[in-house]
């Protein structure tokens, strides 16, 4: 088969999955998702005990989801490792990805935020996994 495209068209304007975003707008998202983030009841206190430098956090969080998203390739990390946290369940990631997707529409609007919602809780489901907490995914595909 001659000329099977090896690598997705990642920045034309007719690519329907990609969404017109910029780092600057995912560093904006960031932030507000983390002010909304650190007022839930779950998730607000494991915040407050582990992020020292919030400023570092956001840079890491806008390079992870420019890395995910736009192909940047910024990001590398441990993101497991950060997560193996005690007394982390199922209901902490369905928390995390029911604020993250509000924010991400709020932010981009539903065509946009779309591909960070979809991806989000596919993350969620693996992170979750992967440090022993099952039904992640099953919370996340029941209708809200
Ligand atoms: C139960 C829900 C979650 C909690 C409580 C949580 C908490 C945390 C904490 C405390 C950190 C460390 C921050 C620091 O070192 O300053 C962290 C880092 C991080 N989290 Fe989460 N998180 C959750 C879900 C997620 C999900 C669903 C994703 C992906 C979509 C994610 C992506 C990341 C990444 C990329 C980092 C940075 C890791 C690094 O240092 O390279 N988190 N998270």
Do not use: C
């Not at 099977?4 to 690519?15: F, H």
């Not at 995910?68 to 369905?94: D, M, N």
């Not at 993250?100 to 529409?105: G, L, N, R």
Request: proline fraction near 6%.
């Amino acid at each position: 088969m001659p000329n099977t495209p090896t690598e997705l068209p990642l920045t034309t304007s007719d690519d329907a999955d990609h969404p017109q975003v910029t780092s600057d707008e995912i560093r904006v998202m960031v932030e507000r998702f983390y002010e909304h983030a650190r007022d839930d009841e779950l998730l607000g206190p494991i915040f407050a005990q582990r992020v020292d430098d919030w400023d570092t956090h956001y840079d890491t969080m806008t390079r992870f989801w420019s890395s995910a998203v736009l192909r940047a390739g910024t990001y590398s990390g441990r993101p497991i490792e950060k997560h193996r946290i005690e007394g982390l369940t199922t209901q902490h990631f369905v928390n995390w990805v029911e604020r993250f997707s509000d924010v991400v529409t709020q932010e981009f609007g539903p065509e946009r935020s779309a591909v960070f919602i979809e991806l989000s809780k596919r993350m969620a489901a693996s992170i979750a996994m992967r440090i022993g907490i099952g039904g992640v995914d099953q919370a996340l595909a029941k209708p809200a």
